[in-house]
């Protein structure tokens, strides 16, 4: 049965061995699967913790795993699962001598006995639903206890909601939640009236009775909120970042001034669902709700089980074109997410209640058919992102009603004149689309209702049209590409979110005229191939920059404060790359409280990483150091001969990757200091051999991995965002 806690025990197990590396294990791998989970999906979860590229195969990672001793985690299985096929040592062989003498297990939690016999589980603990008085005791920490012992009508009352739950501990939690903010008798009242006209015989299976009693802790949300939950539980593989981006388009948070109030908002209502044990964000970066929740979450999308076709979800796979039958059912539905196909159907009825598309991660669809978008006519949110989409048909000035439409990462090279129909577009995603350039003059300033522009970082706007733009009321946020001087002042009086900077001309760049003062919040930027750039000048207030990278600007050697702290300036700064640069020292990172990533290749005059001048050590050291990094990447680095010339603390490293830095002889990490978080030094084995430790031991956290093949292709300068998404889900 789900809802007994099988993934919390698993969770606590994970956390316990990862805390502790006394245990004994090098890698502790959790991975969560899912009701129709692949072999190499699974496989690429492994990678993922593994820090192996996502196209690692078997063999790649029987080799990286092959002499480590290792735990693996596996929840929520629904079939057997075949753990050499993932690139696991065979936990039943007891002849190979190269693995023997390492410790390989596997525990896994599954609803299945069949599951347990076929994988030969050697010790099966069968989690039931708690007894009486546990669940008392569970009801009674989850809801208001104050309340509860208040008033013994409303004590009698909170004992029978209990009894009602079965002592299944998901719906123990979620309905205690839900009741804790209930104060009097009529509330408790009401909830007991309701479990018991909830028309549970409708519903099938043992835990469908279960459902009415959990759609309670969602009853009477506040506005949109329970939309929002709908959405995120139902489409449950989008990552957080895209499912607060589609709240967000489909106007679902309410007004907002600039783009990070609106996340801010977005992010307050994800907390709540979080809070109230609705959803959950998981290990592979996407958001998820539990089985039991799901079900419940689709019961009330389709009308309480009246329409099942109301929300549709398919994953295709590579499907050459969805089936009939499924695309006959697109005409009943009013939120449509579909993934992996080939080629869309040509709609022969008309789709009048759909409101909501989205086709993604189709690498194969090239070309949508003529005629496609005509059968829509009340579409308020399309998104086609990720796919392998060509062009937009003519016939997407149909979508008259159209608010967000979003093109990033296809293959769209340019903006139709059609969209200039779409009166009602408020949203205007097209980042990452590679070969796009200048977007055409009059088309942005002639939709009046945009209120947010990315086109980052390959597209831009022209300086005469900016003017246009800067007149809008509406514009809220917007991110480009910056190709000259005066496009660049022209976005200094605009709400900027993402530049990316390349100026062949420009000596010096002040960041206190990158975005509007008053509405600007600056979150990604790149300044790339500069041949003149010589300083940057960091000054004016606090920065809301997350993710900052400085790439092939071969002439610059300065960074200069003015008025303010780097920690203070970069407080919210996540991910920092340079590359190809003079820059000979980045002392100026060690305090920063939120760089989670930093990356630092081919800067040849780089010889100590963090140099601080003798007489500033002791007050440098005094402060915490380093308190959020846990990527460290130090490639093609020639003249490094020292990470520093003082102490530094890494008290949340857990990733190294050195490569190339051949003169680099130590690494900052003692024998006697007490570490227990393991770090994964990821090095040609070479270098490694050749380390010199003043004669003490390698520290016992430290665990080398040789994985030279890998090293380039997980440094390449790529979107910083994803790429520390991709690293970890916890930054």
């Known amino acids: 049965m789900g809802g007994v806690g099988k993934t919390t025990l698993l969770k606590k197990i994970n956390q316990e061995l990862s805390d502790n590396a006394n245990m004994g294990f090098d890698h502790v791998l959790f991975i969560q699967a899912s009701q129709n989970a692949q ?120 004992k029978q909601v209990m009894n009602r ?35 549970t015989e409708v519903l099938q299976g043992v835990q469908g009775s279960f459902l009415p009693i959990l759609k309670l802790s969602d009853d009477n949300p506040p506005t949109n909120i329970q939309e929002c939950f709908l959405l995120a539980s139902i489409w449950g593989w989008l990552s957080k970042d895209d499912l607060l981006e589609c709240w967000i388009g489909l106007g679902l948070i309410g007004n907002f001034d600039n783009l990070q109030q609106a996340y801010g908002k ?114 308020i949110y399309l998104d086609l992102s990720k796919s392998a989409t060509e062009k937009l048909p003519e016939d997407i000035k149909c979508l008259v009603n159209l608010q967000y439409l979003n093109i990033s990462s296809t293959y769209i090279s340019s903006l139709p004149k059609e969209l200039l129909y779409l ?25 009046h209702k945009l209120t947010v522009i990315d086109l980052y970082p390959f597209g831009w706007v022209g300086p005469e049209e900016l003017k246009k733009l800067k007149k809008h009321m509406n514009i809220k946020a917007i991110g480009m590409r910056v190709v000259s001087q005066e496009v660049l002042r022209e976005l200094s009086c605009l709400p900027t979110t993402q530049l990316h900077i390349e100026l062949e001309n420009l000596s010096s760049l002040s960041f206190d005229t990158l975005s509007c003062k008053d509405h600007g919040f600056l979150n990604e930027l790149t300044i790339e191939s500069c041949p003149q750039l010589e300083e940057l000048m960091m000054n004016g207030s606090q920065t809301h920059l997350n993710y900052l990278t400085i790439n092939d600007n071969e002439k610059l050697q300065k960074i200069s404060w003015t008025d303010i702290s780097p920690p203070e300036h970069f407080h919210a700064l996540k991910a920092l790359f340079i590359s190809e640069c003079n820059l000979a020292s980045f002392a100026w990172v ?131 965002s994803s790429f520390l998404f991709s690293m970890s889900e916890q930054v």
Request: proline share 4%; charged share 25%.
């Open 39 to 158: 072999l190499k999906e699974l496989r690429e979860e492994i990678a993922k913790k593994l820090h192996l590229p996502s196209s690692a195969g078997q063999q790649d990672i029987f080799n990286a795993l092959k002499t480590k001793n290792i735990v693996l985690l596996l929840d929520n299985i629904w079939e057997p699962v075949d753990l050499v096929g993932l690139g696991i040592i065979n936990p039943y062989r007891d002849d190979d001598d190269i693995t023997k003498p390492y410790k390989y297990k596997v525990i896994f939690t599954t609803r299945s006995e069949y599951v347990c016999a076929q994988m030969r589980a050697s010790k099966i603990i069968k989690v039931e639903c708690l007894e009486p008085d546990e669940a008392w005791a569970l009801s009674k920490h989850n809801a208001n206890l104050a309340v509860i012992e208040s008033d013994e009508r409303i004590n009698e009352i909170a």
């Open 165 to 199: 739950t079965g002592g299944l501990p998901l719906a123990l939690q979620t309905l205690g939640k839900a009741m804790s903010k209930r104060k009097t008798v009529q509330d408790w009242e009401f909830i007991l009236d309701s479990i018991k006209n909830s028309g």
């Open 266 to 379: 977005a992010r307050y209502i994800f907390n709540i669902l979080e809070e109230a044990g609705l959803l959950y964000s998981s290990d592979n970066g996407c958001v998820s709700s539990h089985d039991v929740i799901y079900e419940m979450a689709l019961w009330i999308a389709s009308n309480l089980g009246m329409n099942m076709n109301k929300w549709i979800v398919e994953e295709y796979d590579g499907l050459a074109e969805i089936p009939t039958e499924n695309s006959e059912n697109l005409r009943m539905a009013d939120r449509v997410i579909i993934s992996g196909i080939k080629l869309v159907p040509i709609l022969s009825l008309q789709c009048d209640d759909l409101l909501c598309l989205m086709i993604l991660n189709s690498s194969y669809l090239k070309n949508i058919p003529r005629g496609f978008f005509g059968q829509m006519p009340n579409l």
């Open 423 to 447: 009166s009602k577009l408020q949203y205007l995603m097209c980042r990452y689309l590679r070969w796009l350039r200048k977007v055409k003059d009059g088309l942005l300033s002639r939709l």
């Open 590 to 720: 060690l305090h920063l409280p939120s760089l989670a990533l930093l990356n630092v290749q081919h800067c040849a005059e780089v010889k100590e990483l963090f140099y601080v001048e003798k007489r500033e050590i002791h007050q440098v050291s005094e402060r915490p150091m380093f308190p959020a990094l846990q990527y460290l990447f130090l490639v093609y680095l020639p003249k490094l001969v020292n990470i520093s010339n003082f102490a530094v603390e890494f008290p949340q490293l857990s990733y190294l990757s050195v490569h190339v830095c051949l003169n680099l002889k130590k690494l900052p990490f003692k024998s006697g200091i007490n570490n227990s978080q393991r770090i994964l030094i990821d090095c040609e084995r070479e270098w490694w051999e050749r380390l010199d430790w003043d004669g003490a031991t390698i520290p016992s956290h430290l665990s080398p991995s040789h994985s030279t093949k890998y090293v380039y292709e997980a440094t390449m300068m790529k979107h910083p």
